[in-house]
């Protein structure tokens, strides 16, 4: 836990303007020569930028190149990034059309 919340002191999470993906995102970036962050998608508009240091996220964030992408980008805070949802995209294999309902799923995560 600890080891977690060291990498989120040299995180920011960003609200993006308009909907990309991840991988769009971070494409974007590579093309724009932007190194050393790693993007993550929290919930609906929001993503959390992992940077290399502090340093980087303090340089990154005061150059102004991520307004391209975000209406906002905050520092990592415990209380600013609790969610009133979380999102997961699962796998699960076997299950057959038939049977995709919402009780049999929520049954699936519950176990």
Do not use: Y
Not at 27 to 45: A, D, N, Q, W, Y
Not at 57 to 80: M, P, T
């Amino acid at each position: 836990m600890e080891d977690s919340l060291l990498v989120l002191q040299r995180c920011s999470m960003g609200w993006c303007q308009n909907p990309i993906s991840n991988s769009s995102l971070a494409e974007e970036m590579r093309l724009e020569k932007i190194s050393g962050i790693h993007v993550m998608r929290m919930s609906g508009p929001r993503v959390l930028l992992i940077f290399d240091s502090i340093e980087v996220r303090q340089q990154v964030i005061h150059s102004g190149v991520l307004d391209r992408w975000f209406s906002h980008v905050v520092d990592w805070h415990a209380k600013e990034s609790a969610l009133d949802c979380r999102r997961a995209w699962i796998s699960v294999f076997g299950v057959p059309v038939h049977a995709w309902s919402r009780d049999n799923f929520e049954r699936l995560v519950s176990h």
